[in-house]
């Protein structure tokens, strides 16, 4: 397991806000948001782990059959731990549908992930 942790610096180009705004505006419009963690949840023991996740979804990659292709990798930090290679069943019509089914299925295994770490004790520096 890579100990290196990404050293990610935000840099703003333009009108864009920064990520400790848009963090502040989402928990302003969803005050109730909060990890479902259970009460029996062990003492968090060594250095906090970074997860970080890559989605990437090809929508109507395939010529021939018009379906898509979903990527994902989630890794601890710089260690890929995780991966999801999937070609769509179905046929979607827009990119943005492609889109939404990809994160989905990212955000059921990071929250997957982040509940065993916390159930073995693993400290998470942050939101995935």
Known sequence: ???????????????E???EVRAAVMRDQY??????L???TPEHLGEKVDI??????????????????TGIIIYCNFSPISWFSKQRNTVET???SSEIIA?????EQ????????????????GPA
Not at 1 to 15: E, L, V, Y
Not at 53 to 64: E, I, R
């Open 31 to 36: 005050p109730d948001a909060e990890e479902l």
């Open 94 to 96: 827009l990119t943005f």
């Open 110 to 125: 990071v929250e997957g992930l982040r509940y065993k770490l916390r159930m073995f004790g693993v400290p998470l520096s």
């Open 52 to 69: 970080n996740v890559s989605v990437d979804v090809d929508h109507a990659g395939n010529k021939v059959i018009l379906q898509s292709h």
């Open 17 to 19: 806000e920064s990520p």
């Open 1 to 15: 397991m890579d100990p290196t942790r990404f050293n990610i610096i935000w840099k703003p180009t333009g009108d």
């Open 103 to 107: 994160l989905r299925i990212e955000t």
């Open 38 to 40: 259970p009460h029996n």
